[in-house]
């Protein structure tokens, strides 16, 4: 049975820079000083007006096409992780897929708000791994909240960015490397504390929707600071166990970016290293479905991963969703 290996992977930000100094003189206030000290976070990367989500998913994947030496051609299957979509319908997907020329892939989308690349990581190998015509399949993580953002909501507009990552996951008969497990759970009682509750068949886009901004994000009720960090810890035990691996045994954990506290926290309950989370939220600000592969990437590039490596995705969203995903790279 072919496994699925991660043979490459590609990111695109905006060219817009906005530091935390552009808060301070929207909101009348220091906020830069409680974001490095609290999130790490210095600038953030935003779409221009005339950029959408398709193109951030476009770019990273080219990238990503690039890296990995195929065509577009090649891609029999193009899984797309966003909760800030194109359109309401059809997929973000099935555009990206016509302006890659991606003629023979097919496409969908899948929502689990920020757990969703790691979500879509978990399809992807489970369709390589079932069914022998799926050889090659890209998923693309992408987030494009700057649209969502009330910019006087000071809870949300100075945390979210944009941006875009991929990875092509390929059919491999390898038993060293590729997917070796995955996790997928929800506590679905948080639905309604956070989100963007209006623009759906729940509550359709009216004048008076949008004069109460109920089209934007919002955190309606404060999460449980220690959610994170306990789900987290309990996920990446229960990885270990099934892949006969201790937590130290893994080289670098990717986890969602907006909180370093529950990052460190989590890896102080396993006896982790801190320095083995990489993080780009310090350039980035948090970029949902797309922070994962972004800080994937990135590691990449640093060399802080080499082939044979044990490594650990673990994604959070709003819902509240999270999954879990161990690959030996």
């Known amino acids: 049975m072919p496994n699925a290996v991660i043979a490459a992977s590609g990111v695109y930000v905006p060219e817009r820079v906005v530091p935390n100094s552009y808060f301070n003189d929207l909101l009348g206030e220091d906020v830069d000083t409680w974001l490095v000290q609290n999130l790490t976070i210095r600038e953030r990367r935003w779409c221009s007006e005339t950029e959408s989500t398709a193109d951030l998913c476009e770019k990273a994947a080219r990238l990503t096409l690039t890296n990995a030496a195929i065509s577009p051609e090649e891609i029999d299957l193009l899984i797309i992780a966003t909760d800030t979509p194109e359109y309401i319908s059809p997929s973000t997907a099935s555009v990206v897929q016509h302006r890659l020329g991606a003629k023979h892939a097919g496409t969908f989308d899948i929502n689990t708000a920020c757990a969703g690349f790691v979500t879509a990581l978990d399809i992807a190998a489970k369709y390589i791994r079932s069914d022998e015509q799926y050889e090659n399949v890209l998923v693309v993580g992408a987030y494009a909240m700057s649209k969502y953002l009330d910019l006087h909501d000071k ?173 030996r790279y």
């Open 155 to 327: 809870k949300t507009v100075t945390l979210f960015a944009d941006g875009a990552g991929a990875a092509l996951l390929q059919a491999g008969k390898t038993t060293e490397r590729g997917f070796l497990a995955s996790e997928l759970l929800t506590e679905g009682q948080y639905h309604d504390w956070m989100g963007i509750y209006a623009g759906g068949t729940r509550e359709p886009i009216t004048e008076k929707v949008i004069l109460q901004k109920d089209h934007l994000l919002k955190f309606v009720r404060k999460f449980p600071k220690e959610l994170n960090a306990e789900m987290w810890t309990k996920m990446i035990r229960s990885l270990c166990a099934r892949v006969n691996a201790n937590p130290n045994d893994v080289a670098q954990y990717f986890f969602t970016q907006i909180n370093i506290n529950s990052i460190w926290q989590t890896l102080d309950n396993l006896g982790v290293a801190r320095a083995r989370a990489h993080t780009v939220m310090d350039r980035f600000g948090y970029t949902g479905s797309a922070c994962i592969p972004m800080a994937f990437h990135d590691a990449l590039e640093q060399g802080k991963i080499k082939r044979g490596d044990l490594i650990v995705f673990i994604g959070s969203g709003g819902g509240l969703a999270f999954a879990s995903a161990a690959f």
